[in-house]
T-cell receptor, first 115, second 114 residues
């Protein structure tokens, strides 16, 4: 069984500031980990994924995430926030090799960018 | 290469009516997943299907909800006798196989029950 906890349902940063969205996972087997972004009234788009290769994963739009097994974390970061980054971000986990129920999602973090 | 297509994007039903949501997976994808999203919550798994087979329906309510993915045509999520609590966004996702874990999502169908 696996689960995901995203700390902070809302995160507010100033434009140009560092973005840090936290994700901790629980998995009984080695996991695949994902970050998805959802813009208003749209579906989810994949930002990046960890599949047991490099622990630092680079994604689209300047985002990256680091897999830390000892901390069971997969936090999402971006050095400099842009207004267009305002969206809902979801962390998700899947057992290595895929799972019958697809992905298990966290509750999401709403990222607010202050001008 | 078209993405995952869902229709309708918005659906309004009165209590007791039926709702049918359709999903065409990406070309070459044979695995379909349905998720439900409620306000302020993440996505909750409902059902996983392959062509003509329901693989895992552990997230589906026991009554009123059903899903299919026929040999020809889109996957359909059917909700009978809708109630206000069924109001939500329903997302379909597809993948080429089960082993990558990565899912490709449609834009969702937003059901409003009056």
């Amino acid at each position: 069984a696996q689960s995901v906890t995203q700390l902070g349902s809302h995160v507010s940063v100033s434009e140009g500031a560092l973005v840090l969205l936290r994700c901790n996972y629980s998995s009984s087997v080695p996991p695949y980990l994902f970050w998805y972004v959802q813009y208003p009234n749209q579906g989810l788009q994949l930002l990046l994924k960890y599949t047991s290769a490099a622990t630092l994963v680079k994604g689209i739009n300047g985002f990256e995430a680091e897999f830390k097994k000892s901390e069971t974390s997969f936090h999402l970061t971006k050095p400099s926030a842009h207004m267009s980054d305002a969206a809902e971000y979801f962390c998700a986990v899947s057992p290595l090799g895929g799972g019958a129920d697809g992905l298990t999602f966290g509750k999401g973090t709403h990222l607010i960018i202050q001008p | 290469n078209a993405g995952v297509m869902q229709n309708p994007r918005h659906l309004v039903r009165r209590r007791g009516q039926e709702a049918r949501l359709r999903c065409s997976p990406m070309k070459g994808h044979s695995h379909v997943y349905w998720y439900r999203q409620l306000p302020e919550e993440g996505l909750k798994f409902m059902v996983y299907l392959q062509k003509e087979n329901i693989i895992d329906e552990s997230g589906m309510p026991k009554e009123r909800f059903s899903a299919e993915f026929p040999k020809e045509g889109p996957s359909i999520l059917r909700i009978q006798q809708v109630v206000r609590g069924d109001s939500a966004a329903y997302f379909c996702a597809s993948s080429p196989n089960q082993n990558t874990g990565e899912l490709f999502f449609g834009e969702g169908s937003r059901l409003t029950v009056l």
